[in-house]
């Protein structure tokens, strides 16, 4: 079955440090998005991407980078950790727009 | 750009009650309306979606009420259960451009008591 893969589940780091959370998607979706949620604001969209070599920004794009070399991966890079990152991070692929967006299991970060 | 507004933020009804989640959203062009139910630990998961030509949406349980005109829709759970009890978000896109990405409301938690 296609799947949608989140590495770490869980970490811890400290601020100023350089952190990417990986997502990998076996569904050959070109669309990738990810997400940031937290209480009271839902979720919110970091970057995504409609294809490989394309990137855009998000609601909540400061601070946060992304690449897209190929159709499987979008790893997300927090160029300098800040506590105000911590949060839960989604990724989610869609097939094309307007139609169902798979998400990943999340990764919880912790910056201390 | 498309704005999403959810309530109640919590929810709490009886095994049994139905239960009633509302959405408004503000960008007329928005023609697709998913809902996601998150467990606890999990990602969302769609559970159900309309389009802006049907007013309404059965699934066994949920039904989905589109109300273009007003710009609001609603998720209606009936007979709830306790694994019912989860986060909901209410979400909204267009086909055009980068409105085509999924704006979601706040959530609703549900929680369904025995």
């Known amino acids: 079955d296609a799947e949608i893969t989140q590495s770490p589940r869980h970490k811890i780091t400290e601020t100023g440090r350089q952190v990417t959370l990986a997502c990998h998607q076996t569904w050959n979706h070109n669309n990738m998005f990810w997400y940031r949620q937290d209480l009271g604001h839902g979720l919110r969209l970091i970057h995504y991407s409609y294809g490989v070599q394309d990137t855009n920004k998000g609601e909540v794009s400061d601070g946060y980078s992304v690449s897209r070399s190929n159709t499987e991966d979008l790893p997300l890079t927090l160029e300098s950790a800040a506590s105000s990152q911590t949060s839960v991070y989604f990724c989610a692929t869609q097939r094309t727009l307007n139609t169902e967006a798979f998400f990943g299991q999340g990764t919880r970060l912790t910056v201390v | 750009g498309e704005n999403v507004e959810q309530h109640p933020s919590t929810l709490s009804v009886q095994e049994g009650d139905s239960a009633v989640i509302k959405c408004t959203y503000s960008d007329s062009a928005s023609n697709y309306f998913p809902w996601y139910k998150q467990e606890l630990g999990k990602g969302p998961q769609l559970i159900i979606d309309?389009?802006?030509?049907?007013g309404e949406k059965k699934d066994q349980r949920i039904a989905v009420t589109l109300n273009k005109t007003a710009k609001h829709f609603s998720l209606h759970i009936t007979e709830t259960q306790p694994e019912d009890s989860a986060v909901y978000f209410c979400?909204?896109?267009?086909?055009?451009?980068?409105?085509?990405?999924?704006?979601f409301g706040k959530g609703t938690k549900l929680s369904v008591k025995p």
């Open positions: 309309i389009r802006s030509n049907v």
């Open positions: 979400a909204a896109s267009s086909i055009e451009g980068s409105q085509g990405n999924l704006i």
